[in-house]
T-cell receptor
C-alpha cells in the first residue's frame, strides 16, 4: 500500500518551454502533497506543500510564478515549471501523506522526475 | 531552523562488515525521524521510521536508534552486502516539514 507515482520519469526540454510533472497517489487519498528538488550529491529541499483544493504554500526563495503547483484532487498534484531554463535542471520528487488524526503522519515518496533543460 | 547533518558523507567497507551511519539534528522538538535509501537516479525508499517517543526500530538487518534529547540517530546495518550500496538519508519531521540530511553514500565491496 501507499504507492506514489510520478510521470514522466525523465524529460528533456528546450529553454523557454514549460514542463508539467504529475504526482499521483495510487491507493490512498492524499490530503497533502509535497514537492522537493534535489541537486546532485545534495539533500532534498522542500519547494512547496499543497493541500487538496487550496493554494500551495511555497518555501522561502521558491518562485511561485515559475513553479506552479495544482492539487485539484485527492490523488493528483501537478508541478509545472514555466519558461524553463538550464538552471532548473534537477531531480524533482513528490511525496504524499494523508490525515489520520496524527500530525506525525508518514510521507510516501514518488520515484522522481529528472528534468534536463537544454 | 532545523539543520540535519550526516557523517560520514561516504563510506566504503568490505562485504560482511557492519555499517554505522550517523545523523544529528539541531532542534530536538521533532515528531519522528525517518531513514531512507536512495539508489542513483531513483526516488526514496523508506527503511525505518522512529516516532519521537521511541528509542529504536528494527527491520531485518537494520536497526535505528534515536536519542532525541541529544539530537542524534544511528542506523546500523548488520553483515553488509554489495546490494546495500546506496545513499542513505535521514530526515526529521517537526510540526512543519521534513528536513533532510545530505546523505551518506555507502559502497560495499565484494
Amino acid at each position: 500500500g501507499a504507492v506514489v507515482s510520478q510521470h514522466p520519469s525523465r524529460v528533456i526540454c528546450k529553454s523557454g518551454t514549460s514542463v508539467k510533472i504529475e504526482c499521483r497517489s495510487l491507493d490512498f487519498q492524499a490530503t497533502t502533497m509535497f514537492w522537493y528538488r534535489q541537486f546532485p550529491k545534495q539533500s532534498l529541499m522542500l519547494m512547496a506543500t499543497s493541500n487538496e483544493g487550496s493554494k500551495a504554500t511555497y518555501e522561502q526563495g521558491v518562485e511561485k510564478d515559475k513553479f506552479l503547483i495544482n492539487h485539484a484532487s485527492l490523488t493528483l498534484s501537478t508541478l509545472t515549471v514555466t519558461s524553463a531554463h538550464p538552471e532548473d535542471s534537477s531531480f524533482y520528487i513528490c511525496s504524499a501523506s494523508w490525515l489520520r488524526g496524527r500530525i506525525s503522519d508518514e510521507q510516501f515518496f514518488g520515484p522522481g522526475t529528472r528534468l534536463t533543460v537544454l | 531552523k532545523q539543520e540535519v547533518t550526516q557523517i560520514p558523507a561516504a563510506l566504503s567497507v568490505p562485504e560482511g562488515e557492519n555499517l554505522v551511519l550517523n545523523c544529528s539534528f539541531t532542534d530536538s522538538a521533532i515528531y519522528n525521524l525517518q531513514w531512507f535509501r536512495q539508489d542513483p537516479g531513483k526516488g526514496l525508499t523508506s527503511l525505518l521510521l522512529i516516532q519521537s517517543s521511541q528509542r529504536e526500530q528494527t527491520s531485518g538487518r537494520l536497526n535505528a536508534s534515536l536519542d532525541k534529547s541529544s539530537g542524534r540517530s544511528t542506523l546500523y546495518i548488520a553483515a553488509s552486502q554489495p546490494g546495500d550500496s546506496a545513499t542513505y538519508l535521514c530526515a526529521v519531521k517537526d510540526d512543519y516539514k521534513l528536513s533532510f540530511g545530505a546523505g551518506t553514500t555507502v559502497t560495499v565491496r565484494a
